[in-house]
């Protein structure tokens, strides 16, 4: 009963440094996102996926990529670091975000420090 | 660009009263309204979805409100105890995207 798993918990990297953060969910969800969230700025939507093969960008894209080779996995890519990119991030699914009953599941999160 | 306003200052209230919380957006047409709590260190978790065309729902102590004239959302928390402070966010949804405002913090004192 894992639900959303996000590894690592915790990262500290060194500007211009790339590393992926691993999102996995075993809940058979097509839709998956990834959110940032810093302090008095809420959630905001990095990239989203309404199913294996597709992605598409969301409110503050630029730095990362995504891919959604499985219905499972939805890996978040930082090309090049930067300390702008320190933040919490949070992985989330849900069944399918276009079904109004939907709710979405969240992942414990990773906070990551650019320095 | 879409905007959602939540009560940025932390929310006070006795035990026992009841906790209302409020979102407004602009630039926006949601199909849905979702509220979610979030406690420090951990994910937001689900509470409640209201759509568009509904006015309320409940669920145990929790009601949410739903006004797509005033582009507003309540949420009450009735008989509020210590255990419901965290933060809460209203989340807007449609267009196959989930969009937050910042959230607001509650605070049950005994």
């Known amino acids: 009963n894992a639900g959303v798993t996000q590894t690592p918990k915790f990262q500290v990297l060194k500007t211009g440094q790339s590393m992926t953060l691993q999102c996995a969910q075993d809940m058979n969800h097509e839709y998956m996102s990834w959110y940032r969230q810093d302090p008095g700025m809420g959630l905001r939507l990095i990239h989203y996926s309404v199913g294996a093969g597709i992605t598409d960008q969301g409110e503050v894209p630029n730095g990362y990529n995504v891919s959604r080779s499985t219905t499972e996995d939805f890996p978040l890519r930082l090309l090049s670091a930067a300390p702008s990119q320190t933040s919490v991030y949070f992985c989330?699914?849900?069944?399918?975000?276009?079904?109004?009953?939907?709710?979405?599941?969240f992942g414990q999160g990773t906070r990551l420090t650019v320095v | 660009s879409q905007k959602i306003e939540q009560n940025s200052e932390a929310l006070n209230i006795q035990e026992g009263k009841t906790a209302t919380l409020t979102c407004n957006y602009t630039n926006y047409s949601p199909a849905y309204l979702q509220w979610y709590r979030q406690d420090p260190g951990r994910g937001p978790v689900f509470l409640l979805l209201?759509?568009?065309?509904?006015k309320e729902k409940r669920k145990e102590r929790l009601k949410v409100t739903f006004d797509t004239t005033l582009k507003q959302s309540l949420f009450h928390i009735t008989a509020s105890q210590p255990a419901d402070s965290a933060t809460y966010l209203c989340a807007l949804g449609g267009y196959n995207k989930l969009i937050f405002g910042a959230g607001t913090r509650l605070a049950v004192h005994p």
């Open positions: 989330a699914s849900s069944p399918n975000l276009g079904d109004v009953n939907t709710e979405a599941f």
């Open positions: 209201i759509r568009e065309n509904e």
